[in-house]
């Protein structure tokens, strides 16, 4: 497997599920969705970290308070890339109606949600514009 030349740190991060009762710790290797798999459920990554892998290429490495699989349970649309525990991880499963609540009784939540995603979005953004030089 590649690994992406770009390097980045995400700057948001959730700590809303450190201490999360019914977190699943998966071990290394464990392919947690892959692409094109329905997406009913993201994660929020407590300790370790995943990788999310595109086309065969590490795109980005989440840790601690990063979020996994977000746009899947966002709009629905099935997974756009698979992601991989590269570490023993400890992740909170968040699926449709538990994201609903913690939307409506922490608006905070949403707020980083968004920041995550906007994050991501801007570095793809980054990174076509830089491919294309």
């Known amino acids: 497997m590649a690994v992406s030349r770009t390097v980045r740190a995400v700057t948001t991060s959730i700590h809303l599920f450190r201490n999360d009762s019914h977190a699943?710790?998966?071990p290394?290797?464990?392919t947690?969705?892959?692409e094109g798999d329905a997406g009913?459920?993201?994660y929020g990554v407590i300790?370790?970290?995943i990788a999310i892998v595109k086309y065969g290429t590490i795109i980005e490495t989440i840790g601690?308070?990063?979020i996994i699989g977000e746009m899947a349970v966002v709009d629905g649309s099935p997974r756009?890339?698979?992601a991989i525990a590269?570490?023993?991880s400890r992740l909170a499963r968040i699926d449709r109606q538990r994201f609903e609540h913690l939307v409506a009784n922490h608006p905070t939540f949403a707020l980083q949600v968004m920041g995550i995603m906007a994050e991501r979005l801007r570095h793809l953004n980054e990174s076509h514009r830089n491919s294309e030089h």
């Open 24 to 26: 699943i710790v998966v």
């Open 28 to 30: 290394p290797g464990t």
């Open 32 to 34: 947690l969705f892959r």
């Open 40 to 42: 009913d459920v993201m």
């Open 47 to 49: 300790d370790g970290e």
């Open 64 to 66: 601690p308070g990063g």
């Open 80 to 82: 756009s890339a698979e």
């Open 86 to 88: 590269r570490t023993e």
